[in-house]
């Protein structure tokens, strides 16, 4: 069985949805509550893929407060793909969208240079009230490189599932173009000193 680990990043302001957005999706609840993230969020889970092939996904779920943001250059380190989330209620989060992808092609890229597989997630999309439109967002994501963006609600359980198993297919796919599968379990090691440690709380 062929074992594959991509640590995934997730980037946004502070709000947005980011850590609802992977306790949903790694263990299947909505969480009301809000607790700020600090530094950064590590989850794992566990997708089967093929009759023999499964994926091992480490989430990175990093604080979008502004202090945060000198550090993100560890953070990103040995990352395969990344999510950027905003929230459609909030224009000043959208905005903010095009720092953090230039942020992360500034500091991590595929081994060819190229930037990572990345996704535009434009989450809470079950508000009634939304101030960024999807002309807006597709303009936006064509022109910042992003591999594809979705609407999502963490809360209506949305596009979940879904936009994550596209990103995994782009950078499986990627992957595979680059170099050779790798044998099974092999996979980049985490910092030692982030190893298990959580803590909660573009040319475009």
Not at 130 to 147: L, P
Not at 172 to 185: D, M
Request: hydrophobic fraction near 35%; charge should be positive; glycine fraction near 8%.
């Amino acid at each position: 069985m062929t074992e594959h680990l991509l640590k995934i990043l997730f980037v946004g302001d502070g709000c947005v949805g980011k850590s609802s957005f992977v306790h949903r999706y790694v263990n299947g609840q909505f969480n009301k509550s809000y607790k700020m993230t600090v530094g950064v969020d590590f989850n794992m889970k566990l997708l089967p893929w093929t009759d023999t092939e499964k994926v091992r996904l480490q989430l990175w779920d990093i604080a979008g407060q502004e202090r945060f943001i000198s550090m993100t250059r560890i953070y990103y380190k040995g990352a395969s793909g990344c999510v950027v989330m905003f929230d459609v209620g909030s224009a000043a989060s959208f905005l903010s969208c095009r720092q953090w992808k230039q942020d992360l092609d500034n500091k991590s890229m595929r081994s060819d240079g190229q930037p990572l597989p990345c996704i535009l997630l434009a989450n809470k999309c079950d508000l009634k009230e939304r101030v960024v439109s999807v002309d807006s967002i597709q303009k936006f994501s064509q022109a910042c490189g992003f591999t594809f963006w979705m609407e999502t609600s963490v809360k209506d359980n949305r596009n979940v599932s879904e936009a994550m198993r596209r990103l995994v297919e782009e950078i499986l796919s990627v992957q595979s173009a680059l170099s050779p599968l790798p044998p099974s379990g092999v996979g980049f090691q985490l910092d030692s000193q982030l190893s298990g440690t959580s803590h909660t709380g573009c040319s475009c």
